[in-house]
């Protein structure tokens, strides 16, 4: 069974940093997408951040492409982590780890490509 665990939410001035992580440990499938969303009162859930387990490949979405960089750990295989830097009060929402088997290509980028989904961690930026 799949279950997600994210860490690392904080709040934080403008232009400060943080890391989130996110682990699975289940390891039901052998490679996963691995994904990071964020949801602000009132706003769609948004795409941030994907990568896949077997891969080096990472996508970024537009407004944090520079900024954030999503990574794996090279001793845990199902853990990926959320780099914030140069923060913005636009980054403040509820940040989401989510995950899927991997099916070749590209990560999706809608939350309808997922089907694991962490509990969310807060991040907050003033």
């Known amino acids: 069974h799949v279950q997600l665990v994210e860490s690392g939410g904080d709040s934080v001035e403008a232009g400060g940093s943080l890391k989130l992580s996110c682990a699975e440990s289940?390891?039901?499938?052998?490679?996963?997408?691995m994904a990071w969303f964020r949801q602000a009162p009132g706003k769609e859930r948004e795409w941030v951040a994907a990568t896949y387990t077997g891969g080096s490949t990472t996508w970024y979405a537009d407004s944090v492409e520079g900024r954030f960089t999503i990574s794996k750990d090279h001793d845990v295989k199902n853990e990926v982590y959320l780099q914030m830097n140069s923060l913005k009060s636009e980054d403040t929402a509820m940040y989401y780890c989510a995950a899927d088997p991997y099916r070749g290509g590209y990560c999706y980028w809608d939350p309808p490509g997922y089907n694991y989904w962490g509990q969310g961690t807060q991040v907050t930026v003033s």
């Open positions: 289940s390891y039901t499938y052998a490679t996963m997408c």
